[in-house]
DNA sequence: GTCATGTGCTAAATGCATTTAGCGGATTCT
DNA sequence: AGAATCCGCTAAATGCATTTAGCACATGAC
């Protein structure tokens, strides 16, 4: 039908090709120490390798090897933010350095559909699991025994596992520290979570944003105006705050936002009063999500470093190192346009 | 070292636990017609295979079969706008329901990396490759000769291939249609992107949109207003061409724009000068990008369906529709807020 | 009773790469 | 010279599922 039977070339056509046995070739293609073939033979089973274009079949590979080479990504959202992409990104790059392919599988959020999936990745015989996630809360993931290695991103389990997290711990001080190089004296904190923030177990990142955030702030010589809980972290909820707050007198030399989507908010609470961020007033953010560059003037924001974190994930599946426990990656302060001073 | 050997279960463990061979565990398993095995054979093998928690080895079935039930998806980028994740997840599922998996790489729109990522595919034997594009212009892609059958989702290709496009030749006629109804007289077209809108060769799907809504608007009774060219799709430009716009005294019943982006510097403008979209005017966009809901008001906005264009190509694979030429799914239009009427 | 069919099932080949045990000849040692 | 060692290389086993050819027995036709 379509070409003439585009055979493949496998091992035996190159024994052929060169006169040497398949053991011969097997031997010299895969780098074996310890063998003593010729040179000779070891240079013709190489041209005739390349002649050929042979390229080992991965599946008889596995079968042999238990091995396949493909590590398995299993996120609770592809789709939403800008997250999941970078994570993915990070994840892909790392993998193809080594040689490694990824199988994606998305579960919604759905627990039976991550044990579904994490099934599936077993069956395929994967290499190592990487388990990621859009808001890092610990969870009970009752994750069937596989004896998979397995690698949690931006998200813990109750029981113990391997873990990589933004390590929130120092980005509220890195914020309060650019908040005072913007020469303030007095800031206004947009977005405390009351539940997440008393619960360090179940909300390590917001916990420790915040943590990290109070403390520094204590620390500082700055006054802290006002106390603005959300119930949420839309656009809306900051814009609420914001007008609010305005409307009560405060006027902060700077607004420090729990995430850029709060940020939003604030931007056009801001507007609205004629207020510019970078002139009028300094507002710094955190995630560092797609609108902090489209919003005007573009948004100051710490980074959740979705990338790198992906990245680490595949280190520590392919180098085994497979202690329980938390990895932390940190949080570059990605500077735009909506802070004074430097 | 782990757990006491966890071996695998093969067929040859289910064969010897019910008392039948190999073949016929396979035939049975595998439910192959015209087979004449007893109905008790039949259930002894099946439930042996349940009990023992049977899965075949998937590299020994690709080993026989020469398939691997695997898709490769390549994308030029995953990281940015919520296309790309939206693409994968309509795969995911697409392919999911057909119990096959998808294999992911990125090539940051290098072409070079793209003609790899082909070969590895091509190695790993998929069974059929997914090119992705975030912005779909024809190019000139030089595909490396695999065999692979091949899709295109939001790209054409200099040579004939089977692509999968948002039917773009409908939604400027939609979107004229939904302004009429919101009771406008006159509008605003903002965004036209000259060298593109010229150049139906190379940018079907920006040539499209703008000769659909040319064609609506000319045969319907609307006033059109000024001619907002602009250099790039980005909220500044959006922003400047409005600021210009209401500078120069136009005050048009409805802005139609390009896309999401432009409709974000849209708002900021019409922010700036007092004009509530959905209340004093109209706003209507495309793509629905993440932003459209972040906007207050919420972004009413025609969007690309990325997520059906994955599904679609998923199955144009499987079903081996593979005669070249275009497929389009329809772009739904998304009301929110920002539309008078209705 | 014999030949032809039909029935239920299995042995063995196959796909491909990897790895171990070991063969035959050359060299070195005693 | 005979034994021990080294060298360069290969045959064959292995991993697992699928599929084809065909075996042994039963049933039916004449």
Same mark, same amino acid.
């Given at each position: ?12 056509? %190159?024994?052929?090709?060169? #006169? ?13 120490? #310890?063998?003593?073939?010729? %040179? ?24 042999? !090897? ?59 015989? %994967? ?27 931006? #998200? ?25 190089? !913007? #020469?303030?004296?007095? &800031? ?31 620390? !500082? ?44 908010? &604030? ?12 002139? +009028? ?5 955190? +995630? +560092? ?24 994930? %595949? ?28």
């Amino acid at each position: 039908m379509d070409t003439p039977k585009a055979k493949r070339v496998t091992i035996a056509d %190159v024994s052929e090709a060169s #006169g040497m046995s398949k053991a011969a070739v097997s031997l010299i293609l895969n780098n074996k120490p #310890g063998t003593r073939l010729s %040179v000779e033979a070891t240079e013709r089973v190489r041209a005739a390798a390349k002649e050929l274009g042979y390229r080992p079949n991965v599946a008889a590979q596995s079968l042999r !090897s238990g091995k396949t080479r493909t590590l398995g990504l299993i996120s609770d959202q592809v789709t939403v933010t800008r997250f999941a992409s970078e994570m993915i990104t990070g994840i892909l790059s790392a993998a193809e350095k080594r040689d490694h392919t990824v199988l994606i599988a998305e579960t919604f959020g759905k627990p039976d559909q991550l044990v579904e999936a994490i099934e599936q990745m077993a069956h395929r015989d %994967v290499d190592g699991l990487i388990l990621g996630f859009m808001d890092s809360r610990r969870r009970d993931l009752k994750l069937p025994q596989t004896g998979l290695p397995t690698v949690l991103v931006n #998200g813990l389990d109750e029981s113990p596992s391997v873990a990589v997290l933004p390590n929130e711990a120092m980005s509220g001080a890195q914020a309060v520290q650019r908040v005072l190089e !913007s #020469g303030a004296r007095s &800031v206004a904190l947009i977005g405390a979570l009351e539940g997440a923030e008393k619960d360090p177990e179940t909300y390590p990142s917001i916990s420790r944003r915040f943590a990290s955030l109070r403390g520094a702030l204590a620390e !500082s010589s700055l006054e802290v105006l006002g106390n603005w809980v959300l119930e949420d972290w839309n656009p809306t909820d900051g814009y609420a705050a914001t007008t609010q707050m305005l409307a009560e007198g405060f006027r902060p030399d700077a607004i420090i936002c729990a995430n850029d989507r709060v940020a939003m908010g &604030v931007f056009q609470a801001l507007a609205e009063k004629g207020l510019v961020p970078g002139e +009028d007033l300094s507002v710094l953010s955190f +995630d +560092d999500e797609i609108i902090a560059s489209y919003l005007r003037p573009r948004l100051t924001s710490i980074r959740l470093p979705y990338e790198k974190m992906g990245a680490l994930a %595949v280190d520590l599946l392919l180098d085994r190192k497979l202690e329980p426990g938390e990895h932390q990656i940190d949080m570059p302060l990605i500077e735009r346009d909506s802070m004074k001073g430097e």
